[in-house]
């Protein structure tokens, strides 16, 4: 079945440092979502990338779908303690019947 | 327009027994899914409810088991509580398939003990 990895599984930074996870999926996606939880709250939707070697940004946040749509990043840069939380990705496979969630990465800021 | 609503927010059980755990999709959302998330094993899928019908199933124990409603709101049932049971349980709404852009709920806290 679709897997889909992510790494680290935890990041420690110091505020103002950039961060960066990795999605991996063991299939051809059709596409990627990217979700952020807060700790004590729930997934919410941060953006989905569809198209191969796609790039969409979110103020200080870098999105990218790799060329042949199997990998994502999520690129910070200048973290602040508001970036606290995890970070999961989430792969649709192309048969748009599956949605496979990363194991996460959680983001701790040290301000 | 609200948002996912899930009721209890939580729950504490003993082992063997049973609970429901509801769930309310944005208003016009026809497609529910529910998740399982513990801190060993991330967030991992359970079923997802479309039209009243279960569309897509994880890999879980028949002793999970859901339904949705007419009016979309679905319901999650675990017979037979285990220890390993204790968990969130999310639901997440979308507007069409599991794989458009889901909509979670506060979740569901369930401890048993």
């Known amino acids: 079945g679709q897997q889909v990895m992510q790494i680290p599984q935890y990041q420690h930074v110091q505020e103002g440092e950039d961060f960066t996870t990795y999605c991996n999926s063991s299939t051809t996606l059709s596409n990627i979502q990217w979700y952020k939880q807060r700790p004590g709250g729930h997934p919410v939707f941060l953006i989905q990338?569809?198209?191969?070697?796609e790039v969409k940004k979110q103020k200080r946040l870098t999105f990218q779908f790799g060329e042949a749509k199997k990998n994502s990043s999520l690129h910070i840069t200048a973290t602040q303690t508001t970036d606290v939380g995890t970070y999961f990705c989430a792969g649709s496979n192309n048969a748009g019947n599956m949605l496979t969630f990363g194991g996460g990465t959680r983001l701790m800021v040290k301000p | 327009k609200a948002g996912v609503t899930q009721t209890p927010r939580y729950l504490i059980k003993t082992r063997g027994q049973q609970v429901t755990l509801s769930c309310s999709p944005i208003?016009?959302?026809?497609?529910v899914s529910w998740y399982q998330q513990t801190p060993g094993q991330g967030l991992q899928f359970l079923f997802e409810y479309f039209s009243e019908t279960q569309r897509n199933k994880g890999n879980f124990p028949g002793r999970f088991s859901g339904r949705q409603f007419s009016n979309s709101r679905s319901e999650m049932n675990v017979s037979t509580l285990e220890l390993g049971d204790s968990a969130l349980y999310l639901c997440?709404?979308?507007?069409?398939?599991?794989?458009?852009?889901?909509?979670f709920g506060p979740g569901t806290r369930l401890t048993v003990l």
């Open positions: 990338l569809v198209k191969s070697g």
């Open positions: 997440a709404s979308s507007i069409g398939t599991i794989t458009d852009t889901q909509y």
């Open positions: 208003s016009g959302h026809r497609s």
